[in-house]
């Protein structure tokens, strides 16, 4: 994933780590990856029902380092 977009939120609270993520896979191409650090323990709940909720793929996660790591793929236009 040579292509992957990352996006830095740890020290956010719940809701600030999805929204942030929504609002940058918005501004990406169909198809495109994000990585997402979060230091929240809620975002591992958060990013499940995120992408189940929107069409966007979980493609992984892991914890390392003292944060969560999410790997989501921005879905295809209808």
């Avoid at 929504?22 to 169909?30: C, D, F, G, V």
């Amino acid at each position: 994933m040579g292509d992957t977009t990352t996006l830095d939120v740890r020290g956010m609270t719940c809701p600030l780590p999805v929204l942030k993520a929504n609002k940058a896979l918005r501004a990406m191409a169909p198809g495109a990856t994000l990585a997402v650090l979060a230091t929240d323990p809620a975002a591992v709940k958060d990013f499940h029902a995120y992408a189940q909720e929107t069409g966007h793929e979980l493609l992984a996660w892991a914890e390392e380092d003292d944060a969560f790591r999410f790997i989501l793929r921005r879905r295809a236009e209808a």
